[in-house]
């Protein structure tokens, strides 16, 4: 265990931590050097589990024999430390109070990989909050989906913020990108999944929308559950070349809910 204590904050290790921007660690000119935070002994212990690559750690001092010795067993990489006065002076630091890893990414694996044994799976269109993110991939885990799949406009789940909402279930639960341009969703998108045997469900209100307990919809042996984004929901696009448009009944008066809260009603019901 090599324990540095932290006296050069220009120090280029510290980097990852303070001075880089998420789309920098993503390093997508590079994708082989690309790296992200893991926060948390839970989702850095799941990242592990899930055979990520830890780079270095960075911690308050109090942690190394406290909540982050496991991790520390675990990873065998350099741990930078310092008192919480000395790591605050650190961007971003305050805020998160807590024990950091820097790991490496992994090749992301093909729809096709992912989806050969799912009967259930989510696609999320242009989804680009972290924290709803996060959260949909704790409900989709938790509640019984299969896989995720993400536009290319969508945010990375492995930015620090989603992967700490998701409480390390971004390492759990198979997922990947459906394709590489944005130009690439709907179409071939949807083709793509049609031809892995998926009926599509968009989740919207229309007039002509079923109900989440659509006994058809339900009997689906196969079903891919559409998401849009904030605010705006699903394009209109995507909606009309769907199997389905799906809504969940409000009551009171209440016009929809956030992607996040609707996405766990989706999945509960859904995945029964």
């Known amino acids: 265990m090599e324990i540095i204590e932290i006296t050069d904050f220009s120090d280029p290790n510290l980097d990852a931590f303070a001075r880089l921007t998420e789309r920098q660690l993503m390093n997508r000119d590079k994708p082989e050097e690309g790296l992200f935070i893991a926060e948390s002994p839970k989702v850095i212990h799941r990242a592990l589990d899930a055979g990520y690559e830890p ?19 675990r990873c065998g990489v350099p741990v930078y430390t ?9 961007t971003g630091y305050k805020l998160t109070r807590g024990v950091l890893c820097s790991m490496r990414r992994k090749d992301l694996p093909t729809v096709e990989e992912i989806c050969q044994n799912a009967r259930r799976i989510v696609v999320l269109e242009d989804v680009m909050n972290p924290t709803n993110v996060g959260a949909i991939f704790r409900s989709a885990a938790a509640l019984g ?25 971004v390492f759990q639960i198979p997922w990947t990108q459906i394709g590489e341009h944005v130009a690439d969703w709907p179409h071939p998108g949807l ?7 998926f009926k599509t469900a968009a989740m919207a209100l229309e007039d002509d929308s079923v109900s989440i307990d659509d006994e058809n919809l339900m009997a689906e042996e196969k079903l891919a559950v559409i998401l849009g984004t904030e605010g705006d929901g699903l394009a209109a696009k995507t909606i009309a070349d769907c199997d389905y448009t799906v809504k969940i009944p409000m009551s009171h008066g209440v016009d929809s809910l956030n992607v996040a809260a609707a996405s766990a009603v989706a999945f509960y019901q859904l995945s029964r």
């Open 55 to 73: 780079v270095t750690l960075l911690m308050e001092r109090k942690h190394i024999e406290g909540q982050a010795s496991d991790v520390i067993a």
């Open 82 to 90: 310092a008192p919480l006065d000395v790591l605050e002076q650190i």
């Open 145 to 169: 989906m299969d896989a995720v799949l993400l536009t290319p406009a969508c945010s990375d789940p492995l930015y620090r913020r989603s992967a700490r909402v998701s409480m390390g279930t």
């Open 191 to 197: 083709e793509r999944l049609r031809a892995l045997g």
